[in-house]
């Protein structure tokens, strides 16, 4: 008996940023079986970023229109890190981007995975302390819609039913933040 084993993996098609592709594994048994996931294309990271005011009891959320679910979603603002970026500085760019924001990064998680059983995407949460009454003008991309949320902490169980009710869909990662707080 074997470890599991990751034999071939064919695309079967390519967009800009990811590629539809088909895998042959085997788990223990040696047995070959099929996979279908989405893969980010060059090794691109990504990133979500958990921004907070001075005492964390104020933080940064956006509404932003995705087309693939075609809904609005409450998310952590969050973005691809380019090939010649390092985490840090793509975290700080994206958050600028999508808020206006500028601010300090205080941690970074490890790699973690959204849903590895539909993708190869791996994301680092970075905390950023943002910088107070600093807000510029958002510089967002033109296929972006994206509102910036401010909530405190106080209004977080309002925010959760406003949203669910006006037919947003919560992202996991903020759904289990919000739910814990």
Known sequence: MSKPCRYSIEIEASGKWTEYCHAIYSLKDDKRRDWEYIRRKDEISTVAIFAYFDT??????IKQYRPSL???????????????????????????EETGYSGKIEKITPQLCNTPGLSDETVQ???????????????????????????DKKDVTSFIESSIK??????????????SI
């Open 56 to 61: 964390k009891d104020r933080f940064l959320l």
């Open 70 to 96: 075609d809904k609005w979603t409450i998310e952590f603002p969050a973005g691809l890190v380019g090939k010649e970026e390092t985490i840090e500085a793509g975290a700080l760019r994206e958050l600028f």
């Open 125 to 151: 949460l970075v905390y950023v302390k943002v910088f107070e009454g600093k807000r510029e003008k958002q510089c967002l991309e033109e296929e972006e819609l994206i509102e910036v949320i401010e909530l």
């Open 166 to 179: 006006s037919g947003y869909i919560i992202d996991a990662k903020v759904w289990a933040f919000l739910t």
